[in-house]
């Protein structure tokens, strides 16, 4: 983490090492400092999927859910066929007692979860 760290005094513009660093923190559950992260990361690549997702998925760690849509939903506008968001975004509007939304989102990983599956689980 340290060299990480000295990296991006050489370099505060490195987005990528913002993503690293954010995944470092999430993993070690420091959502405070993951969150820092990715917002720092996601000045330098806005329409990123991975920032916005990242940071989506944090705040829904946290139970943030406004914010955890917010960067969610900004993630599926970019990528609308990343399956990563649609789970999430399904359990968010369960949440929030909008049925009808989040059974769009169960049925988009339902139906493509289908489609994508081989056998053997390959």
Aim: glycine fraction near 6%; proline fraction near 5%; hydrophobic fraction near 30%.
């Amino acid at each position: 983490m340290r060299y990480l760290k000295a990296g991006l005094k050489k370099r505060p513009d490195h987005w990528a090492a913002y993503e690293l660093l954010g995944n470092i923190h999430a993993t070690n559950k420091e959502y405070r400092e993951a969150v820092t992260a990715y917002r720092t990361g996601l000045k330098y690549q806005p329409d990123s999927f991975r920032f916005n997702y990242f940071l989506g998925y944090t705040y829904l760690q946290t139970k943030k859910f406004k914010l955890a849509e917010e960067f969610l939903s900004k993630a599926y506008r970019v990528d609308p066929g990343n399956n990563r968001t649609w789970l999430p975004l399904a359990q968010i509007y369960t949440y929030k007692g909008q049925p009808e939304k989040a059974l769009e989102f169960y049925n988009l990983r339902q139906k493509n979860t289908k489609e994508d599956a081989s056998p053997g689980g390959l």
